[in-house]
Structure formats: C-alpha cells, structure tokens
C-alpha cells in the first residue's frame, strides 16, 4: 500500500537507511510535505515499512521546471515485488494530477544498473546532459545523469 509518510514513521524510516538515522532528514521531508512543496511517500507491507521515495514538485538544481523524484529506496528484501514501481507510477500520478506534463530523476550513467533499467522499463530517458557528481557517499563520488518522463498534456492525469 503506497501512503504519505506520517511522523509516527519517523523512527521505522531512520531504521531503514543509516544515513536517515539522526532524523534531521525525515524531519525536513516530513516539513515539506506538510508545506505542500513535496510528497514524502511509503510502502507499508504487513505493517511494515519496506519502500520510499521523495517527490520534490520544486524539482532540482538541473532541472527546476517539473518534479524531481529523489531517493526511492525497498529494503533488500522485498526487492523484486514491484514496490518500486508502485511508488515511481504514483509520483507520476501525484505530478500530473498537480498539471505537471513531466517528471524527472537522477540515475547511473551505467546502463547496466538494476535501478536504471527499471526507469528506463517504465519510459524515462536519458535528457541528454552530462553525468555529474550528485553526491559524495563515505567518500565515494556517486555520478549521474537525469532521466525524465513525460506524463502528457499538462493538466491531463494519466490512467491508474
């Protein structure tokens, strides 16, 4: 079941990932959400938290026109049961029900990556532009290229 994150999830979300562990982070997505300016979304299975994702309706620095689909994370798992893609079709739905008529998010210049052939699977393309460093994780640089998607005439919503 794909639902906003609540505050009582805070400490299952900080389990989930180390890097959520100090709460600052769900804190501020949770803020956001609050604000409108985002959507902080879950997969809860079983009572269980197994999947997320961030969708910034602000977008990001490459691409500040539409959203931007951030950080979508299933625990090892549970990988392989279509949570990630119930999460990415319901970003989509929440944007074009917004009257967006696209969609964005960072991914590996590796085409051979799990994560990057499931976007691709689900119709987003490279936007052209360069790979950069999106981040520098235990001192590893993480590059990337943004993918995007459109979902249509803006104001249109795409079927379910």
Known sequence: MVRNAL???????????????????VAQRLE????????????EDHGRLVSFVFLKYYGKTTHPDYPDIEDLYTVERERG????????????LRAAQRGHGQIGLAASPDRANVARRLYEKLDYRHDGGPAYVDGVYDGVEDWAIDLEKNLGEPGQTPPE
Not at 32 to 40: C, I, L, N, S, V
Not at 81 to 92: K, R, Y
């Open 81 to 92: 049961h279509g949570h990630a893609t119930a999460l990415l079709q319901a970003c989509e």
């Open 32 to 43: 956001e959400q609050h604000q409108g300016r985002a959507e902080f979304l879950v997969v």
């Open 7 to 25: 505050p009582a999830d805070a400490a299952e979300l900080q389990a989930l990932r180390p890097y959520l562990a100090d709460g600052r982070i």
